[in-house]
């Protein structure tokens, strides 16, 4: 039933996105070297690596770690990076993701390959059973925000509670939270 919610949900939003897509990735390639797309190794179900795209918001050669551990991040910054990332324009492309079954619209954010805290932690507590999401019970409970040990308290309490329900709740609550801009740090 989740996959189908996906493809449906995934599908619409390609083609209601199509114009919004393309001139994000305009900007991106007119304001900065480099291609409009980042792909990212992330971690998956199961703990596979996948490639993750993103719409790219820093610069080339920025080393490939979470933001966090930059000791600036700003000044990794492409010139419209800042906004991407605030606007969340930057997570648009993992509508591909989500179509090939990568990720899901709801689940734990996908990890970094090089996150091994993160993928320890969510592996001894099964949540990397779970396939990725867009968005996820954490996202929308601090974000950026919060340490790892929380995060995956409350990935752990998504693996417990997943529900239809639940992801549709999960989704209104990211919407209104990227309208606000609330819990993003860079």
Request: include cysteine.
């Amino acid at each position: 039933m989740k996959r189908l919610f996906d493809l449906a949900l995934a599908s619409c939003a390609a083609i209601v996105l199509l114009l919004p897509v393309t001139l994000v990735a305009l900007a991106v390639r007119l304001t900065s070297k480099g291609p409009a797309l980042y792909w990212s190794d992330r971690v998956g179900r199961g703990n596979s690596i996948f490639k993750m795209p993103k719409f790219r918001s820093m610069r080339i050669g920025t080393p490939a770690v979470a933001t966090h551990l930059l000791q600036d991040p700003n000044a990794y910054l492409t010139p419209i990076g800042s906004f991407l990332r605030k606007s969340s324009l930057d997570e648009l492309p993992q509508l591909w993701s989500i179509l090939v079954g990568d990720m899901s619209f709801v689940g734990p954010r996908p990890a970094l390959f090089n996150q091994q805290d993160l993928i320890a932690l969510r592996t001894q507590h099964g949540v990397h059973e779970l396939v990725p999401g867009l968005t996820g019970w954490a996202q929308v409970n601090g974000r950026d925000e919060l340490p790892i040990p929380d995060k995956v308290k409350l990935d752990v309490e998504y693996l417990q509670r997943q529900s239809l329900g639940l992801d549709l709740h999960i989704l209104w609550m990211t919407f209104v939270k990227v309208l606000r801009r609330d819990g993003v740090s860079h």
